[in-house]
């Protein structure tokens, strides 16, 4: 089981758009892939057409706090669409950080717990925006992160400071051994100067971790909006094709 963690504290740089197409693009190559939604506002449990209901079971009831619902089976918890295993978020999550607010491990111990999580081949985590005890805690739910970030001049903020947030735990924390495995530029126009400028600058600091990044589409939204994977919806579009390419990147370098 390798963990992928999509985190980057700065919001609407494609996290949800990230964990949803890379999810579906191994998916598609017969691995097992489990999908977490890490976040209160819930975007990867809607991208699927999901909205919570009363007594839904989501990631807080099972898979962080079992110990509210007597149960910390997978299969309680998870819904299967698209070939993917999906463990739904709520607004319920939120409240996680007044109950385990000393933990920064909870995700981590309890993914490693899990022995129906064996199973699987990659477990995606989708983190919510802002820094703070969710955030911390995908970031170090497993042993790689993927940070996407806008090709925007204030975007390099949000990337400085979720990188320094990673550091300070494994500074901090005994046993994490988390790295980041690469940097994804999103929402990429080639016919934009601040977008190459920002290509550019976030070459120059961080060539060796920096990917190849996704064009912006329209394809992605409208994809979204039918709560399908991009691939499902406009298999030749830019975006298809990119996160494709993410695909490939992932399997290579954790095959």
């Known amino acids: 089981m390798r963990v992928i963690s999509i985190v980057n504290q700065k919001g609407g740089v494609g996290k949800t758009a990230t964990a949803v197409n890379l999810a579906y693009s191994l998916s598609s190559r017969n691995y097992k892939v489990c999908l977490i939604d890490f976040d209160p506002q819930a975007n990867c449990t809607k991208h699927f057409g999901f909205r ?47 109950e385990h607010a000393a933990s920064k491990k909870v995700l981590r111990n309890t993914l490693k717990n899990c022995e129906e999580l064996n199973e699987y081949d ?7 925006p802002q820094p703070g005890f969710l955030t911390d805690n995908a970031l170090i739910a497993g042993d790689n992160v993927l940070i996407p970030m806008q090709c925007k001049y204030l975007s390099v ?12 735990l494994k500074e901090n924390l005994s046993g994490i051994n988390t790295e980041i495995m690469g940097i994804l530029p999103t929402f990429y126009d080639s016919r934009r100067n601040d977008d190459n400028d920002s290509l550019d600058k976030i070459k120059r600091f961080f060539y060796k971790m920096t990917l190849d990044p996704i064009r912006e589409n329209t ?24 996160y494709e390419r993410l695909g490939d990147f992932v399997e290579n370098r954790l095959s």
Do not use: C, N
Request: no cysteine.
């Open 52 to 98: 919570s209901v009363s007594r839904m079971p989501t990631i807080y009831d099972f898979l962080m706090f079992p110990e509210k619902k007597g149960s910390s089976s997978l299969k309680d918890v998870a819904i299967s669409k698209y070939g993917i295993t999906l463990i739904p978020a709520d607004e319920s999550l939120a409240s996680a950080r007044s």
């Open 122 to 128: 990659y477990v995606i985590v989708d983190s919510a």
């Open 157 to 168: 903020e949000g990337l400085a400071s979720t990188m320094e947030s990673l550091k300070s």
């Open 219 to 242: 394809a992605v939204s409208l994809a979204s909006k039918r709560h399908v994977p991009i691939q499902m919806y406009e298999s030749d579009s830019y975006a298809a094709k990119d």
